[in-house]
């Protein structure tokens, strides 16, 4: 089974599950809270008896310049992005590692190899995703887990609706990439699938890059 974490439930998903007869369950809780962190894995753990896959893809964006980012904006962001990701690694790595298997996949951004604008919070954080990946697949490669993360490029979601909307910003972002738009969250299952199969049982650390030929440029 998979542990998923997100902001929002996934309907999309859950009804998805439902039409397929899998067993599931649904658990809803704010990743911010270290509690709900801990009881989103137990109760996942309880039903399921262990966790075989981790996708840490809980994240928010607050947009300032950076002499006007609030502390507040700054630790909202860093404890959704950031803080739950160390959390849920910690959490749901104890019975991977008891096992000797299991595969981590943490959502990096461009922003893990670039400042971004506007949004010093989210690259921090996405920044230290990065790192948290390599650190942790140095300690757990040779146990049997693997670490790693996929690095999106400008998807067209609800974080990046401010960008989508600002014409200019929108034609900037538009020119730079080389596939000519936008990328969809299907873009990232082909990426997410293979980091959960064993197609990559010797990907340890790596951050797979899915943004359309970004930083080609």
Not at 15 to 21: M, W
Request: contains cysteine.
């Amino acid at each position: 089974m998979a542990i998923h974490g997100s902001n929002n439930a996934p309907e999309t998903t859950r009804q998805q599950l439902i039409e397929l007869g899998t067993d599931h369950i649904a658990l809803v809780g704010d990743v911010a809270d270290a509690e709900v962190c801990a009881r989103l894995v137990e109760q996942t753990v309880n039903h399921f008896g262990t966790i075989d896959i981790l996708v840490n893809n809980a994240g928010i964006i607050r947009r300032a310049p950076a002499v006007e980012h609030s502390e507040e904006d700054w630790k909202a962001v860093i404890d959704v992005d950031l803080l739950s990701v160390f959390r849920l690694m910690k959490l749901a790595g104890r019975p991977m590692l008891e096992r000797g298997s299991g595969k981590i996949i943490n959502i990096a951004s461009l922003l893990t190899f670039q400042g971004g604008i506007l949004v010093p919070s989210y690259a921090a954080a996405k920044g230290g995703v990065g790192q948290l990946t390599k650190a942790f697949a140095n300690e757990w490669a040779a146990r049997g887990v693997n670490v790693n993360a996929i690095a999106p490029g400008y998807m067209a979601t609800d974080n990046t609706e401010a960008l989508q909307k600002n014409p200019e910003r929108a034609r900037q972002i538009m020119e730079r990439i080389p596939a000519a738009r936008w990328g969809n969250p299907e873009d990232l299952a082909g990426a997410a699938v293979f980091l959960a199969s064993g197609a990559s049982d010797y990907v340890h650390g790596h951050i797979l890059v899915v943004d359309g030929g970004w930083l080609n440029r």
